[in-house]
């Protein structure tokens, strides 16, 4: 297991402004280069402080997101205006104040069947980034938020279908341990085949969580992820033992 990157920060206002502040530094250098930038969101209270520092920095730096496809790392299944959904988050909070195109915003269903959602979220993905049929696309950047238990996305512990399938790259979640109960969810395999993962961790009653995440033997969801990655960056204000 390769031990990841991890950054520190006094509180989480200071956590969010970094991330963003370095997400659109690599949109930026995409651009430059000519490439597209293909980036997974999250949901939670972490999750919507970087997108606000995200959308004010990227007014003040002009930003365009022509060349930026969005996707999601998980969804409720929900409706898409529904308090619970990560994607109006994410609408509400950047990609309406950012102009996005509409074209460029691959939201999970939650609307629709679970399995019939993953399905097509994920014949969508491997077409927006050019993989192929039967392989899994490799995004730049996948955030991901931590749950009390070390989950991350929809990857909830103790799920032996979730734990198990490193071939899908979205999964149907059923039976989640907070509600909603149906969701759909970024799989292993994807999460190990992104080309970064950060996952911004804060927030009270964590702390265990993520230290027993980045042990060797971690038996959470994020322990999962970590090891199967050769890097994870994680973005953090939890006290950690140093």
Not at 33 to 50: D, I, P, Q, T, Y
Not at 145 to 150: F, I, L, N, R, Y
Not at 158 to 164: S, Y
Request: with cysteine; net charge negative; aromatic share 6%.
């Amino acid at each position: 297991m390769i031990q990841p990157n991890i950054l520190s920060f006094p509180n989480d206002d200071a956590l969010a402004a970094a991330a963003a502040a370095a997400w659109l530094d690599a949109v930026a250098a995409a651009q430059a280069a000519g490439r597209e930038f293909h980036v997974a969101l999250s949901g939670g209270r972490v999750m919507r402080k970087f997108l606000a520092a995200a959308a004010g920095l990227a007014a003040q730096r002009a930003m365009d997101f022509h060349q930026v496809h969005f996707f999601w790392a998980d969804e409720r299944c929900v409706p898409p205006d529904a308090a619970e959904s990560n994607f109006r988050l994410a609408n509400e909070a950047l990609l309406q104040p950012a102009a996005v195109p509409n074209e460029n915003v691959h939201r999970l269903r939650g609307e629709l069947a679970p399995a019939t959602a993953a399905q097509a979220a994920g014949d969508e993905m491997r077409q927006v980034c050019g993989a192929a049929a039967g392989t899994l696309p490799a995004a730049d950047l996948v955030l991901l938020g931590m749950g009390e238990d070390g989950h991350v996305a929809s990857l909830f512990p103790g799920n032996p279908q979730t734990e198990a399938d490193v071939t899908s790259v979205f999964l149907p979640v059923f039976d989640a341990p907070k509600p909603p109960p149906n969701r759909i969810s970024l799989g292993h395999g994807a999460l190990a085949a992104a080309r970064t993962v950060w996952v911004l961790a804060s927030g009270p009653g964590k702390q265990a969580a993520l230290r027993h995440s980045l042990d060797a033997a971690g038996t959470t969801p994020l322990a999962r992820v970590i090891q199967r990655r050769a890097a994870t960056t994680v973005f953090t204000e939890l006290a950690l033992p140093g």
